[in-house]
């Protein structure tokens, strides 16, 4: 572990000396939430003894080729408070949540409290229950049912929606040509910009993603996957072999604005669509690399999803491989106490008083 240091009054890489239970039980269940390449940027604090719980962009482990402007990272954020609003539930609490409660700090990005005693509902529930067994999948689907019920796809955009996002099923095959087009173009320009190879390669293993989870060759997909391993480089598919699978259903969800607040909404109706799926016995594979290229995202979003921003492309399926849970940082990495009143409003002063030194 590093030196601890101390950002913006948070004592930062020491473990917490004596976290509250439930702020291990929030912390563990927001650490769960999938992130770029495991990044997983986030740090969480407790507000005196299990008061309140903040979810913070750790901005260090932003990746900064892939996610240049930190949507990414911040819809993880999302994700990630979409899980503690649910534990909080399992507590048998309503969850109060303010986002970005200070303006003068934008890596904070979520305040939860506490509010009226309510038992989690069995729909809550199945979604708590699903939060551990949630992964992310790469590599074709299985054959076997392949078919998703259209009403189960019309309930996962009422999710999205009940979450200010929007799903929407790419079904057909001019816009879905298109996507698989801009999902390749991506693709290819992150395999040869050896600075992105060299971000992405040092995501693999560790507390990373797992070698075992991007062993499938990234071309067998109708939408190209990631090259984690550099296996495209090494290992050309035949044709007959390329860019098969099209018949998981392909979704993108987007959002009417693209600022923190969206992003943070397009993160939770995105975890709230995957434990959703998850609880109904699928997996999803995302394909954000044309959105992580402005040019791409433009486009995409003129001839794909006008009028609206997209924020992540998934697909949803079934497969019987089973897949050992991605590894997370371990809770004492991601948690510590958030610092008292009397040392904010001192930070707060010495805010102001930098601030006008500087005129
Ligand atoms: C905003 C966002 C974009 C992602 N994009 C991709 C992607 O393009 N390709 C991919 O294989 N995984 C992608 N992922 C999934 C992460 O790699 C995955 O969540 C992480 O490795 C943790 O693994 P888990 O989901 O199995 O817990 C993305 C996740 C998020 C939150």
Redesign the pocket.
């Known amino acids: 572990m590093a030196e601890p240091v101390t950002k913006k009054g948070y004592l930062m890489g020491a473990p917490h000396p004596s976290p509250g239970h439930a702020a291990r039980y929030l912390a563990r269940a927001a650490g ?7 990044s997983q940027p986030w740090f969480f604090a407790e507000e005196g003894h299990d008061h309140g719980f903040e979810i913070h962009l750790d901005r260090g482990r932003r990746l900064v080729l892939t996610d240049p402007f930190g949507r ?1 990272a911040v ?2 954020c999302g ?1 990630a408070l979409f899980n503690v609003r649910l534990a909080v539930r399992h507590l048998g609490f309503r969850p109060v949540v303010t986002l970005l409660p200070d303006s003068r700090d934008s890596a904070f990005l979520a305040h939860v409290r506490y509010a009226a005693y309510a038992p989690a509902t069995p729909a809550e529930t199945r979604l708590i229950r699903a939060i551990p067994r ?3 999948h ?1 590599g074709p689907f299985g054959p076997e049912h392949a078919e998703i019920p259209q009403p189960f796809l019309d309930e996962l955009c009422e999710q999205a929606r009940a979450e200010g996002a929007d799903l929407q099923l790419i079904d057909d095959s001019a816009r879905l040509d298109l996507l698989a087009d801009l999902v390749r173009a991506g693709e290819e320009r992150h395999r040869t910009d050896y600075a992105h190879v060299a971000e992405i390669t040092r995501c693999v293993g560790g507390y ?2 797992p070698y075992d ?2 062993a499938n060759h990234p071309d067998r997909t109708f939408l190209p ?2 090259d ?1 391993l550099g296996l495209a480089r090494r290992i050309s598919l035949p044709a007959r072999r390329r860019w098969r699978d099209r018949t998981s259903p392909v979704l993108v969800l987007t959002t009417p604005r693209d600022d923190r607040t969206a992003w943070l909404r397009a ?1 939770q109706a ?1 975890q709230r669509v995957l434990l959703h799926s998850t609880a109904a016995g699928l997996t999803a ?5 044309p959105l992580e290229l402005p040019d791409l995202r433009t486009e995409l979003r003129t001839h794909i999803t006008p009028d609206r921003h997209p ?3 998934l697909r949803l399926g079934r497969t019987n491989r089973p ?1 050992p ?2 590894p997370r940082r371990p809770t004492s990495d991601v948690l510590v106490p958030a610092p008292s009143a009397d040392a904010r409003q001192l930070l707060s002063q010495r805010q102001v008083h930098d601030a006008v030194g500087a005129h």
Request: aromatic fraction near 2%; include cysteine.
């Open positions: 769960l939430a999938p992130s770029p390449h495991n990414e819809i993880a994700a949630r992964h992310t790469r990373g993603v989870a991007c996957g990631r984690y993160g995105l594979t995302l394909h954000t690399q924020q992540a492309v897949c849970p991605t």
